[in-house]
C-alpha cells in the first residue's frame, strides 16, 4: 500500500484524531475533523490558504488546544497541553515561519533547551550528533553557521534536524516547499521517503497538487474548516484533488466587461530595493500600469510584493530604477508626496498599516488627510465637517459601527476593511495599489469589495492588485504579472487562462516560478 | 490569583466605561493613602494628627491655599510637558533639566536687559525660559532622530548636567558677593512677577500655567499637529504610510515639551525664588510625569492633579513640624501613586485568563 | 602642575581609584547584561543601586556586620527585580514607565526611611560607617606598578573583577545561558521548545536586581561609610549606557566600566592637585561622556532581537 517499503507493519495506527474542533473569537477554524495517521506513512493535509490545516497542525503539536475531540496517540488518549508534551510523546513540527534564533548556529539552536545532564553546555556532542544525522540522510550543512547567514531552505533543514534530534515518530511538516527552489524540493523528498523507509510518519500540509501526487501515500483535503474526504494517493487524480479541494460552486461571478485601456499611469522601470535586513528584495523589476486596468500580481507571498509596494509609495528606499506617475518621477518621494500625487493603498496588514485602533472610526477616515482645508477651521480641526466626511462614508460602504466615536478597534475586520476602502476610494487616486485586499473576509464582504474594485476600474482609475487568492485575480484582473524572488517571471493576458482550469492552473504557477 | 510563572492569556476587555478610566485613579489615590498611613505609623506618629496636619498645611488658611496654588503652578507646566511627548510615546524625563534651563535663561534675560518696561520684562522672560527649555528638549530630539540614541537616556543624562551647570554658574559667574550661601543676587523687583493678592505671595505663575494648560489642550486635542502627535504614539507604522513624517513629528514634541518645562524654571524664578541656588527645584520635574500620569496624560485634567500633588508639598511642611514627619514622605508617596495607576490601569484594561 | 599628575605614584593612586569607583557600575552593569540579555529593559536600576546602599548602610551601622549588609542588600535588589519582572513579564506593562516608577519610588523611600532612622538634626554629626578595609593579596601585591593597583582593593571590588569572567563563562558555557541568550532574541523559539519564557525573564531579572543592590551596598559599605539623598548619583543610568556601548559583552562591559570610571578617578586627582577647573564641569564629564558613547555607538551596536518587548503568545 505505502510507496515505501518497510519490515514492520505498516497497517499500525500511530495518531488517530477524532472530531476535533478548535474556535477562534471570529472564525471555526477546525470543524469535526477526523483523521489516522499511520507508520511509514506520508499523509498530505490538502487545501487552499485558510482551509484550517495549520490549525489542526498545531492543536496535534500541542501549541493549541482543541474544544472538542479526542487524540489518540500509538494506542493511547491524550492530552497535548503544550509543545513540550508533544516532543516528549515523540510528535515534532516544522513551521512555516522558522522558530530559530536568528544569531546562534545550527548547534546552538538545536542545543537550546536541551534536557541534559548537568549545567554545562557540551556543544560538541550535540554535534556529533547531528553530524551524523546529516550523513544518514545526506543533507549538507554548516552546522556552525549562524543561522541568519544561512538561506531559506537551509534553514529549513535546520528545523528538520530539530525535530529528528529529538527523536520524532510523527513529523509535521507546514508548507515546507514555500520557500524552495525546485531542486531543494526534490532533496527534501528524498530525505522525507527515507525517513518513512526507518518508519517514521509524516503529515505533510500543502495546496500543491503536484506534490501532493508526488510523494503522498494518502491525502486528506480540507475546505473551509471542514473536512472533505480522506483518499488514497494512487486513487485520485489531480483533477479530482482538485475539484475537491476548491469545490466552490463558482458562487462569485461578478460582472466584469471588456474596456479598452487606456494610458500608462504608473511605470516602473528596472527597480531595485532590499528588504528589511539589508538583502536584495526587487531585483530589476519593470511594468506599467495602465488606465483602466486591474493588474494582477500574482505569487506567494514573501517574493517581495511588499516591498514592491512600499517603494512605491515612498516608505522604503528604492535603491536603483525610476518609478512614474502619470510621467512625473516619483522614486524618491516621501509617502506625503506620493499620496498627493494619486496613489492610494490597501494594505495587507490593515491594523499595522492602515488604521490606528485606538482612533475612533471618524478620525481613521481622515487619516492622512488630517491638515486637508476641507478639514479644516483656521488653525483647528472642523469637528462638524469630519464627522459629516465620516457619516457619508458609513452610509455609501455600510460600515457596521456604534458610532462615529467608537474607537476602531472594536470594529470586526470586514468593516475595518470597508473603511479603509472608504477613505482610499474617497481620496480618488489615480493609481490604487491593493495587496491581499480580502485576505480574512467573509464572503459578503469580499463580493463587495470586488465590486468597488471593479468600479474604480470602469471609473478610469489603476489597480495594482496583488493576491495569493488565484480566484480573486481570475475574477478581476485584465493581465496577471506573477513575481518570484524579486523578479517578474511572466505577464499574460487573462483571456488566455481557461476557467476550467483553475486547480491545474494554481499549482502551474507555482511550478513556473519558485 | 496570579501566579507569576504560569502562562496568562491577556485579553482587553470589550468595552470601556467612564469608569474604567476613573478607577485606576481612585485606586491609585486609595493605595497611595493606605501606604502613606504606614509610612507615618512606621516614623511612630500618630496618624490622624499627622494626615490632619498635612490637610490644613496645605488649605487650612488662605496663606496656605495661595501656597498650594504656587507650588502648583510648576507642576501644572511639568505636568503638561510630560504629557505632550508621552501622549507621543516619547519619554521625555528631562522635564528637570529643562525647568532649570528655563531659570537660567531668564535669569540671564533679566541681567543683561534690566532695564526694560515691566510688560516687556514679563515677556522676556516666558520667552527665554520657554526657548531655553526647548532647545535643550530639541536637543534630545535630535539625538534620536539622527544618532538613535534614546530619548530616556539623553534626558536623564541631560538633567545631571544642566544641574551641574546651575551650581557652577551659582559659583561663579551668578555668585552673589554680599552672601554667605551660595546662590544668585535677587532679581530685580521689576523682573518680579506680579502678585494676584495682597499679602500673599501668590504670584501670576499659576494664570501662566492655566493659561498653557489649555493651549496644550487646544493643541493636542484639536489641531492637525496634535492628531498627528497622537498617532505616532499609537501606531508610527501607519503614521509613516499615511504621510505623518515621525522625525518631524517628534522635534516638535520635544521642542514644545521642553519649552512648556522651561516656563516653569523662568515662573519659579521670576515669581517666588527670584534668585538662582542648587536647590531650585524639589524636584518639580520628576513629579509632573507623576501629576500627568494621573490625569490620564490629559492636559485638562493636569491642573487638578497638579494641585493635588501641590497640596502635598505644602502640606508636608505643617505636617513635619505638627507630627514630626520628614517631608521626604511626600516623594514616596507619589512613587506609590505612580506605580498603583500604572497597574490598576492595566486591571482595568484587561482580563486575564489562564493560557 | 600637570605633569605632577603623571608622575608613577599619582598613576598608581590614579588606576587603584579607578577600580574602586568601577566597583559599584561593573556590578550593576553585568546585572543588567543579564536582564537584557533575556530580553528585559530594567530602567530601575538606578533606583536599585539606591535601595542596595541604603539597605547596607542602615543594617551594618545597626547590626556590625558587613555580611549581613551585603546580604540583606542583594535580598532588597532581589525584591526590586521580582516587582520589575512582574510589572513587565506578567503584567505586560511598559517597561519604562515602570522603571521610571521604581526608580522614583526608591528614591522616596530611601530619604524618608533615612531620615526617620536617623534623626538628625541642623549640624549634627551624620551617621558614619567604618568602610571594607583593603586586603593585600600577599606576592602578588608585591608586583611593580599593577601589584599595588589591582591586588590591593577590598573585597568587594575583587569580587566585582571576578564577576566578569563568571557572567561570561555562565552567559556562554552554559545550557542557562544560552536559553537567556536565546530568550532575548527570539523569544517564540524557547516557547516552542515548550520551556517557559517568563519563568526564565524573571530569573535574569531578579538577577539584575541583586546585583544592582550589591553594587549600590559597595557604595556605602565599600567607598564613602556615609548614606545621602541620591547617593548614586546617576550610576544605575551609566550602567545602563554602558550596557549599550559594550555592545552587550560582559569584557567590553568591564572595558567601558572603566573607563567611565577613569574620567572620574582623574577628576578627583585633578581636584586634589588644584587646578582651576570648576568642579562641576568635571562631575558633569560622565554624563556627556555618556552621550558622546551613545552617539558613537549607533553603528556598532546591536540589541538582543526582542528587547524591550513583552513577549506574548499571540
Not at chain 1, 485606538?358 to 472642523?382: C, P, T, W
Not at chain 2, 531659570?103 to 541681567?111: E, G, K, N, P, Q
Not at chain 2, 517666588?272 to 496624560?297: E, K, N, Q, W
Not at chain 3, 519564557?197 to 541583586?210: H, K, N, S, T, W
Request: aromatic residues 8%; proline residues 4%.
Amino acid at each position: 500500500m505505502s510507496k515505501s517499503s518497510q519490515p514492520q507493519s505498516h497497517e499500525a495506527i500511530l495518531l488517530d484524531v477524532r472530531s476535533l474542533t478548535k474556535r477562534f473569537p471570529m472564525v471555526l477554524a477546525n470543524d469535526q475533523i477526523d483523521i489516522i495517521i499511520n507508520e511509514g506513512e506520508i499523509h498530505c493535509l490538502l487545501g487552499e490558504n485558510g482551509a484550517g490545516k495549520s490549525t489542526l497542525a498545531e492543536s496535534i503539536f500541542g501549541y493549541y488546544q482543541p474544544d472538542e475531540g479526542e487524540i489518540r496517540f500509538a494506542g493511547d488518549i491524550v492530552e497535548i497541553t503544550s509543545p513540550s508534551e508533544a516532543l516528549k510523546l515523540g510528535i515534532g513540527m516544522v513551521h512555516q515561519h522558522f522558530v530559530l534564533v536568528p544569531t546562534f548556529s545550527v548547534i546552538e539552536n538545536v542545543a537550546m533547551g536541551l534536557d541534559s545532564p548537568g549545567m554545562l553546555l557540551n556543544l560538541d556532542a550535540v554535534e556529533k550528533r547531528l553530524t551524523e544525522l546529516c550523513q544518514d540522510y545526506d543533507v549538507e550543512i554548516d552546522l556552525k553557521a549562524r543561522i541568519s547567514d544561512l538561506s531559506v531552505g537551509e534553514q529549513q533543514w535546520v528545523e528538520i534536524l530539530k525535530a529528528l534530534y529529538g527523536g520524532v515518530k510523527l513529523l509535521i511538516l507546514d508548507e515546507p516547499t514555500a520557500v524552495l527552489t525546485p531542486q531543494e524540493s526534490e532533496k527534501l523528498f528524498g530525505v522525507l521517503k527515507k525517513m518513512t523507509s526507518d518508519g517514521l510518519a509524516i503529515i505533510f500540509i500543502t495546496h500543491k497538487l503536484k506534490e501532493v501526487m508526488e510523494i503522498s501515500d494518502k491525502v486528506t483535503v480540507l475546505r473551509k474548516g471542514r473536512l472533505i474526504d480522506t483518499v488514497e494517493t494512487k486513487n485520485v487524480t489531480k483533477a479530482v484533488l482538485a475539484k475537491m479541494m476548491v469545490g466552490r460552486e463558482v458562487v462569485f461571478h461578478v460582472e466584469k466587461e471588456q474596456i479598452q485601456k487606456g494610458e500608462p499611469i504608473l511605470e516602473v522601470r528596472d527597480l531595485w530595493a532590499n528588504n528589511d535586513r539589508g538583502q536584495i528584495a526587487l531585483g530589476g523589476i519593470s511594468f506599467a500600469l495602465y488606465e483602466n486596468e486591474i493588474l494582477g500580481l500574482a505569487g506567494v507571498a514573501g517574493n517581495g510584493q511588499k516591498e514592491l509596494i512600499e517603494t512605491i509609495i515612498g516608505v522604503r528606499k528604492a535603491t536603483r530604477g525610476e518609478i512614474l506617475i502619470g510621467g512625473e518621477v516619483i522614486t524618491h518621494d516621501s509617502p506625503r508626496e506620493t499620496m498627493e500625487k494619486g496613489l492610494g493603498h490597501i494594505p495587507d496588514d490593515r491594523i499595522r498599516e492602515g488604521l490606528v485602533t485606538e482612533f475612533s472610526v471618524a478620525q481613521n477616515l481622515i487619516l492622512g488627510q488630517q491638515r486637508e482645508r476641507q478639514f479644516r477651521k483656521g488653525y483647528f480641526l472642523d469637528k462638524e465637517q469630519i464627522n459629516r466626511h465620516a457619516q457619508s462614508c458609513v452610509d455609501s460602504y455600510e460600515i457596521m459601527t456604534p458610532t462615529l466615536e467608537s474607537r476602531a478597534k472594536f470594529l470586526s475586520g470586514g468593516n475595518l476593511q470597508k473603511l479603509i476602502l472608504a477613505r482610499e476610494f474617497g481620496m480618488e487616486p489615480r493609481v490604487l495599489l491593493a495587496n491581499q485586499p480580502t485576505r480574512g473576509l467573509d464572503v459578503g464582504v469580499i463580493e463587495y469589495v470586488w465590486e468597488q474594485l471593479l468600479e474604480k476600474r470602469r471609473n478610469g482609475d489603476a489597480i495594482l492588485l496583488a493576491s495569493e487568492d488565484l480566484d480573486e485575480i481570475l475574477n478581476l484582473a485584465d493581465r496577471v504579472m506573477v513575481i518570484c524572488q524579486g523578479r517578474i517571471m511572466d505577464v499574460f493576458d487573462i483571456q488566455d487562462v481557461k476557467i476550467e482550469e483553475i486547480g491545474l492552473l494554481m499549482a502551474g504557477i507555482e511550478d513556473a516560478s519558485c | 490569583m496570579l501566579i507569576p510563572f504560569l502562562n496568562i492569556r491577556i485579553i482587553r476587555r470589550q468595552n470601556e466605561t467612564k469608569l474604567s478610566q476613573i478607577l485606576p485613579v481612585l485606586i491609585a489615590l486609595f493605595a497611595a493613602l493606605l501606604f502613606s498611613a504606614f509610612l507615618v505609623w512606621l516614623a511612630g506618629s500618630d496618624v490622624k494628627v499627622a494626615f490632619t496636619a498635612l490637610w490644613e498645611g496645605a488649605f487650612g488658611n488662605i496663606r496656605q491655599i495661595t501656597e498650594t496654588l504656587n507650588k502648583a503652578a510648576p507642576l501644572i507646566l511639568t505636568g503638561l510637558a510630560a504629557a505632550i511627548a508621552f501622549r507621543a510615546k516619547i519619554w521625555n524625563i528631562g522635564a528637570e533639566g529643562q525647568l532649570l534651563s528655563g531659570a537660567i535663561a531668564a535669569y540671564w534675560a533679566i541681567t543683561t536687559f534690566p532695564n526694560l518696561p515691566p510688560v516687556l520684562m514679563f515677556i522676556v522672560i516666558l520667552l527665554s525660559s520657554f526657548l531655553a527649555g526647548a532647545l535643550i528638549g530639541l536637543l534630545s530630539g535630535y539625538l534620536k532622530t539622527k544618532f538613535n540614541v534614546d530619548v530616556i537616556i539623553s534626558t536623564v543624562m541631560f538633567n545631571y548636567i544642566i544641574t551641574f551647570l546651575l551650581s557652577m554658574l551659582v559659583d561663579t559667574v551668578y555668585r552673589d558677593p554680599e552672601s554667605y550661601y551660595k546662590w544668585s543676587p535677587k532679581i530685580p523687583d521689576v523682573a518680579q512677577f506680579p502678585l494676584l493678592l495682597e499679602k500673599y505671595r501668590l504670584h501670576a505663575g499659576i494664570i501662566v500655567a492655566i493659561v498653557a494648560a489649555f493651549v496644550i489642550y487646544l493643541l493636542i486635542e484639536k489641531s492637525p499637529r496634535g492628531y498627528e502627535i497622537q498617532a505616532i504614539g499609537h501606531n508610527p507604522t501607519a503614521s509613516d504610510f499615511k504621510g505623518i513624517n515621525n522625525a518631524k513629528t517628534i522635534l516638535f514634541v520635544m521642542f514644545i515639551s521642553g519649552g512648556v518645562a522651561g516656563l516653569a524654571g523662568g515662573g519659579e524664578l521670576a515669581g517666588l525664588i527670584h534668585r538662582l541656588r542648587v536647590d531650585f527645584s524639589p524636584g518639580y520635574g520628576f513629579t509632573g510625569i507623576i501629576v500627568a500620569m494621573l490625569a490620564g496624560l490629559n492636559p485638562i485634567w493636569i491642573p487638578f492633579t497638579a494641585l493635588l500633588f501641590g497640596a502635598l508639598l505644602t502640606g508636608s511642611l505643617k505636617m513635619q513640624i505638627v507630627a514630626g514627619i520628614p517631608v521626604a514622605l511626600v516623594y514616596a508617596i507619589q512613587a506609590i501613586v505612580l506605580l498603583f495607576v500604572i497597574t490598576a490601569e492595566f486591571f482595568t484594561l484587561y482580563e486575564i485568563r489562564r493560557d | 602642575m600637570v605633569t605632577d599628575i603623571f608622575q608613577a605614584a599619582m598613576l598608581v593612586s590614579l588606576f587603584s581609584a579607578m577600580l574602586r569607583i568601577a566597583t559599584p557600575v561593573i556590578f550593576a552593569a553585568l546585572g543588567e547584561l543579564v536582564a537584557e540579555r533575556s530580553g528585559v529593559m530594567n530602567l530601575g536600576v538606578e533606583g536599585i543601586m539606591l535601595t542596595g546602599a541604603f539597605v547596607g548602610f542602615v543594617v551594618a551601622d545597626k547590626s556590625d556586620s558587613y555580611l549581613v549588609a551585603v546580604v540583606l542588600a542583594i535580598v532588597a535588589g532581589g525584591i526590586m527585580g521580582l516587582l520589575m519582572s512582574f510589572m513587565s513579564v506578567s503584567l505586560k506593562l511598559n517597561q519604562t514607565v515602570v522603571g521610571l516608577g521604581l526608580n522614583l519610588l526608591a528614591s522616596g523611600l530611601t530619604f524618608y526611611l533615612y531620615r526617620i532612622s536617623y534623626e538628625i538634626e541642623g549640624t549634627m554629626e551624620i551617621p558614619r560607617i567604618e568602610t571594607l578595609q583593603n586586603i593585600e593579596v600577599p606576592l602578588l601585591s608585591k608586583i611593580p606598578f599593577l601589584g599595588p593597583i589591582i591586588f590591593n582593593q577590598n573585597i568587594m571590588t575583587y569580587l566585582a573583577i571576578l564577576m566578569v569572567p563568571l557572567i561570561w563563562f555562565v552567559l556562554y558555557r552554559t545550557k542557562l545561558g544560552l536559553l537567556i541568550r536565546g530568550l532575548g532574541e527570539y523569544p517564540r523559539a524557547v516557547d516552542v521548545k515548550g520551556i517557559s519564557v517568563d519563568r526564565y525573564r524573571y530569573i535574569a531579572v531578579m538577577f539584575g536586581g541583586m546585583m544592582a543592590g550589591l553594587g549600590g551596598a559597595f557604595l556605602t559599605i565599600g567607598y564613602s561609610g556615609i548614606f545621602v539623598q541620591e547617593i548614586s548619583a546617576g550610576r544605575g543610568w551609566l550602567a545602563i549606557v554602558i550596557v549599550i556601548a559594550g555592545n552587550w559583552r560582559p569584557g567590553r562591559i568591564l572595558f567601558a566600566s572603566l573607563l567611565f570610571a577613569m574620567l572620574d578617578a582623574f577628576q578627583l586627582q585633578i581636584q586634589a592637585v588644584g587646578v582651576q577647573i570648576p568642579y562641576q564641569i568635571l562631575l558633569a564629564m560622565p554624563y556627556i561622556f555618556a552621550i558622546l558613547v551613545l552617539m558613537g555607538s549607533r553603528a556598532r551596536s546591536v540589541p538582543p532581537g526582542s528587547l524591550g518587548e513583552p513577549y506574548s503568545r499571540e
